[in-house]
């Protein structure tokens, strides 16, 4: 069925050093894969997105790369600062093209 | 150019009660879709409305019902409710060109179901 697998659940890491979050999906149909970041009693907001005819795309410090064949897509944050703390969310677009489906989220801990 | 807003941000209801939940899409988005956010869990999808239709649907069952207005604003309405409806309900517009990508969330409805 649809699903979004997301790991780790959690993750601490000290200011400065990179973070990575990983994202399995289900439906090799799926052709665009966004990011949420989720602070603490906010809403959900996109912080990058990647579509499946690209591997790679970068953003400043955050960047998301895609192996199609293997339906795995990663989001990596480089330089954590603590404002990177917060919840983050992979999605993925399934066929037809009304439904996206999140993960279970990972929850960045930066500390200073 | 104004956000999504939804309303209210608060809601104690007890079991067996109905609650509507309400949702102001952003400007020039034609579809809304809604998702139940329960603790520490990613957003589950609950539906989607296109031009005042239901244009897909997750795994939640008939009493979760939904309508959406000519001005695209929706309603999220939700029958006989039970403990575990407690969550928050988010709303989600877009814009209904190229495949209903870049979703932009209201702030959500906390509910709490005693």
């Known amino acids: 069925g649809e699903n979004v697998e997301q790991h780790p659940s959690t993750l601490s890491v000290q200011e400065g050093d990179s973070a990575v979050i990983k994202c399995t999906y289900s439906?090799?149909?799926?052709?665009?894969f966004p990011w949420y970041k989720q602070e603490l009693g906010k809403r959900p907001q996109l912080i990058i997105d990647?579509?499946?005819?690209?591997g790679e795309k970068k953003d400043q410090r955050i960047a998301v790369t895609l192996n199609k064949t293997a339906k795995h897509f990663s989001l990596h944050i480089t330089e954590t600062q603590p404002e990177d703390s917060a919840v983050y969310f992979c999605?993925?677009?399934?066929?037809?093209?009304?439904?996206?489906?999140f993960g279970a989220g990972t929850r960045l801990f930066v500390k200073a | 150019e104004t956000g999504v807003t939804q309303s209210p941000t608060h809601l104690i209801k007890t079991r067996g009660q109905q609650v509507t939940l309400r949702c102001s899409s952003q400007?020039?988005?034609?579809?809304v879709s809604w998702y139940q956010q329960a603790l520490g869990q990613g957003p589950q999808f609950i539906f989607q409305?296109?031009?005042?239709?239901?244009?897909g649907r997750g795994n939640f069952p008939p009493r979760f019902s939904g309508l959406q207005f000519p001005n695209y604003s929706s309603e999220l309405n939700v029958n006989a409710l039970e403990l575990d409806d407690s969550a928050l309900y988010l709303c989600?517009?877009?814009?209904?060109?190229?495949?209903?990508?870049?979703?932009?969330f209201g702030s959500g409805t906390q509910l709490s179901v005693l």
């Open positions: 990647i579509r499946s005819n690209v």
């Open positions: 409305y296109y031009r005042e239709e239901e244009n």
């Open positions: 989600a517009s877009s814009s209904g060109t190229e495949l209903n990508e870049k979703l932009f």
């Open positions: 439906d090799s149909a799926s052709n665009y």
């Open positions: 400007s020039g988005h034609n579809t």
């Open positions: 999605a993925a677009l399934y066929t037809g093209g009304f439904k996206t489906i």
